[in-house]
């Protein structure tokens, strides 16, 4: 499966983004798919995943209540919805798949290219 993200951008604080992951190929139901960041000088963390059918999400306690991951198996997206956003949530986000829901990053087969997140004070 490849994976492509975007809906990066500039944003105030407490602004809004809605990050997507579009995937093509014919296994995209086979996995589960997350999304990570990486802010400048740090490792890649994770933020959110969804699962491949039941909708089971997990995330980062960082990001709880805050962004909400959603999945249109018809369509071949995830979604990344981030509301209230907050300057140390300043990263480049990337989507992945894996196959089961995990937060480990070893276990994310493949990888879409990162969009960039900025968010102003």
């Known amino acids: 499966v490849q994976l492509q993200a975007s809906g990066g951008g500039l944003v105030q604080a407490g602004g809004s983004l809605r990050l997507s992951c579009a995937a093509s190929g014919d296994t995209f139901t086979a996995y589960a798919v997350g999304w990570f960041r990486q802010a400048p000088g740090k490792e890649r963390e994770f933020v959110a995943a969804i699962t491949r059918f039941t909708g089971t999400t997990d995330y980062a306690d960082s990001v709880k209540g805050r962004f909400t991951i959603s999945r249109d198996n018809a369509k071949k997206m995830v979604y990344l919805q981030m509301n209230s956003l907050k300057p140390e949530d300043t990263a480049v986000y990337y989507c992945?798949?894996?196959?089961?829901?995990?937060?480990?990053?070893?276990?994310?087969?493949?990888w879409g290219q990162g969009t960039q997140v900025t968010v102003s004070s």
């Open positions: 992945a798949a894996a196959p089961w829901l995990t937060r480990l990053l070893d276990k994310y087969d493949y």
